[in-house]
Nanobody
């Protein structure tokens, strides 16, 4: 059974940093792409970043490029998202996900709330 458990959300001031982690189990990392999405209040869900579990190639949406970093820790079976230079508009519920390919997401974890204050 695939399980994805996101954690690390909280309240942070604008300009600060936060690291989200997603504990993953029930699948082979090398067979999937792992990603992070978010949904801000009143907005559609949006993709942030993804990483290929086999090649470790990464993809970032332009609006997080240079600020967010996605990594895999295979020893801990986690995929993390380090978020730097946070902005008020980064306030959202953040979700981790896996899929056989990017844009074909198969499983989702529960979200973790990030609130950025001014």
């Amino acid at each position: 059974e695939v399980q994805l458990q996101a954690s690390g959300g909280g309240l942070v001031q604008a300009g600060g940093s936060l690291r989200l982690s997603c504990a993953a189990s029930g699948f082979k990392f090398e067979d999937y792409v792992l990603g992070w999405f978010r949904r801000a209040p009143g907005k559609a869900r949006e993709e942030l970043a993804s990483i290929d579990g086999s090649t470790r190639n990464t993809y970032y949406e332009d609006f997080v490029k240079g600020r967010f970093i996605i990594t895999i820790d295979r020893a801990k079976n986690t995929v993390s998202l380090l978020m730097n230079s946070l902005k008020v508009e980064d306030t959202a519920v953040y979700y981790c996900t896996i899929g056989s390919y990017r844009n074909e997401w198969d499983y989702w974890g529960q979200g973790t709330l990030v609130t950025v204050s001014s």
